[in-house]
């Protein structure tokens, strides 16, 4: 399994989901660099507590990074400093998966060869390798509707959607 990074966004939302352990049985971890690690605990947002139990338990490995270099990438992407890092270190690991919600971010992983999957996709996911059931899913997306989270109503009613057809295959 080659590695998966990822930037805050997609760690905090499934923080929220209390749904972290996702990435351990989707990718085996994700790592994340110091950069991102400290936006969490500064920003100090309430699941910062959740993100240091998941690097305790190792779903999410912390690594080192260059400023030079992520500053430099984040200004070639026009992306924020923090994702500059992460792509720093999907580049160093070698990552096959780029773990990011923002539109920016996704077509710079994706102009750079990696496959890249939000929040939703990682959910998706765990539905079609039998890790969440439909109803689960569908539970889920409606959460992500709520005010904490910054993911496009249409995208979600999109993943609802498809999981409604799901449903009535099943019970077609």
């Known amino acids: ?7 805050s966004d997609v760690i905090i939302h499934l923080a929220k989901l209390n749904e972290l ?4 049985k989707l990718y085996g971890c994700a790592n994340i660099p110091e950069y991102v690690a400290s936006e969490i605990v500064h ?3 309430k699941e910062a ?17 260059s400023d030079i270099g992520a500053k430099k990438l984040a200004k070639r992407y026009g992306i924020h400093a923090g994702e500059g890092h ?13 773990l990011s919600n923002e539109k920016k971010v996704r077509i710079a992983a994706k102009t750079e060869g990696f496959t890249v999957v939000g929040t939703i996709g990682v959910i998706l996911r765990s539905t079609t390798q039998d890790l969440l059931t439909v109803n ?4 889920l997306f409606e959460r992500l509707k709520g005010e904490d989270f910054r993911i496009h109503p249409d995208i979600l009613n999109k993943a609802i959607d498809s999981c409604n057809l799901h449903l009535k295959k099943d019970f077609s």
């Open 86 to 98: 992460v792509k720093e270190l999907a580049e160093k690991l070698k990552a096959e998966i780029f």
């Open 21 to 24: 352990t996702l990435i351990k």
């Open 49 to 65: 507590e959740l993100i240091e139990v998941a690097i305790d338990q190792g779903i999410l490995k912390v690594h080192k990074t």
């Open 43 to 45: 920003y100090q947002y």
């Open 136 to 139: 689960e899913t569908k539970e």
């Open 1 to 7: 399994m080659r590695p998966a990074v990822s930037d």
